[in-house]
Nanobody, 122 residues
Framework: QVQLVESGGGLVQAGGSLRLSCVVS????????MGWFRQAPGKEREFVAV????????IYANSVKGRFTISRDNALNSGYLQMNSLKPEDTAVYYCAASEGGRTQDYEYDYWGQGTQVTVSS
């Protein structure tokens, strides 16, 4: 059984930064592509970023490109999402997800974390 646990969410002012972490257990982390998704109140879950097995390739949603950076450390079974220049519209529950070959669609991912709340105040 693969388990994902996110951490690092919180309340931040616009322009600030947060770093989300996702620890994966249960199987070899490098076997999975890791993605980040988010869901704002009243909206559908949307793709944020994805990183390949060994750190390449990386793909970002246009809305976060240049502000967010996805990374991973396979030795620590962990993935990260560095979020800079945060905006109020980034407010959402952020989820990490793992897949054997997914990219930008949530249905491609088999395993999900419980989510961590990110709130950006104006």
């Amino acid at each position: 059984q693969v388990q994902l646990v996110e951490s690092g969410g919180g309340l931040v002012q616009a322009g600030g930064s947060l770093r989300l972490s996702c620890v994966v257990s249960g199987r070899t982390f490098s076997s999975y592509v890791m993605g980040w998704f988010r869901q704002a109140p009243g909206k559908e879950r949307e793709f944020v970023a994805v990183i390949g097995f060994y750190g390449r390739p990386t793909i970002y949603a246009n809305s976060v490109k240049g502000r967010f950076t996805i990374s991973r450390d396979n030795a620590l079974n962990s993935g990260y999402l560095q979020m800079n220049s945060l905006k109020p519209e980034d407010t959402a529950v952020y989820y990490c997800a793992a897949s054997e070959g997914g990219r930008t669609q949530d249905y491609e991912y088999d395993y999900w974390g419980q989510g961590t709340q990110v709130t950006v105040s104006s």
